[in-house]
């Protein structure tokens, strides 16, 4: 039999890719190593983009070769009405954890890379997690910054928050959303919690509380989001949310995990730490380190941050 043979990394530059029936924008970032796999950043949102992270953080990783992706339906990528499983199903009504580890899987394989290291911001982490467990051959390891994996337990998060800002009590509709839903059906306790919370304070200005230090980390990435001229994926996060989202439960699934996982949060980012960052510690095995800084650690304290993630790529 011929010999097998390792496929040319891909050059440094800005590729739009049909993949996996999507238009997929992603730029790849410095040389290519064969000792090291090459990072694929995984934005959050749901729904946001990776130009904020290449733009303020770029420079603390340009010694690495690194993938700025746009998940399917984001930024520059094409819109997910345009994917052919929105054209086949008829619409882009609903989107899967499933399709976007696909995508991921597909943006390796162009890359010609035997292995990478995913990156997860937010929303971002549970792909990455969910990558390594389903591809361990093909992941060296996985960092994940601000992990969100439990969206009923955020839900409850939020809306506790929520009803602390507004002078409240907390209003927990869980029981009675349990109660009246019929025997044999799901009970629909995040979404409920998550209206409840929006209902209290609108969503903009609760994350913002929530997840921001302070007004000038918040106006640096306001700023860079106004540069970018890009704006968020409404359609994309509101598909994964008719595929159930705030129902969904990651937490089983991380003790399936046999890779080498780490864990940047910060201490000021109530969306994430402790409980959504201790459950992937815990149940994945994760290396935990914590930074004095919000959900974006990179706005807080780049130096901090830059060798808190130095750290984790090559421990």
Known sequence: MPAMTTPEPLAEGIYEAHLGGADLYFEVVGEADPATPPIVFLHGGPGYNSYSFRELFGDFLAHRRVV??????????????????????????????????????EVRDFLGAPQIIPLGHGFGALIALEYARRHPTHTARVVVVSPWVHF???????????????????????????????????????????????????????????????APSRMRLEFTDVESQLLGSAEMG???????????????FLQEIRRPVFV????????????????????????????????????????????????????
């Open 152 to 214: 009923p337990a955020l839900a409850l998060t939020l809306l506790a928050e929520a009803s602390a800002l507004k002078g409240v009590a907390l209003d927990d509709p869980a029981p009675r959303v349990r109660a009246q839903t019929p025997e044999g059906q799901h009970p629909q306790v995040g979404a409920a919690r998550i209206e409840a919370a929006f209902a209290l304070l609108n969503a903009r200005d609760l994350l913002n509380a929530l997840q921001f230090v302070d």
């Open 68 to 105: 700025y992706l746009d998940q399917r339906g984001c930024g520059r990528s094409g819109a997910l009405e345009d994917t052919e499983q929105a054209r086949a199903e008829g619409g882009a009504e609903t989107l899967d954890l499933d399709t976007l580890v696909a995508d991921l899987e």
């Open 264 to 315: 940047i949060a910060g201490v000021h980012d109530r969306t994430s730490y402790p409980e959504q960052a201790e459950w992937v510690v815990d149940l994945a095995g994760g290396d935990l380190t914590v930074l004095d800084a919000g959900h974006y650690p990179w706005l807080d304290d780049e130096d901090a941050f830059a060798e808190a993630l130095e750290e984790a790529l090559s421990r």
């Open 238 to 252: 509101q598909a994964l949310v008719n595929q159930g989202l705030w129902e969904f439960e990651y937490a089983p």
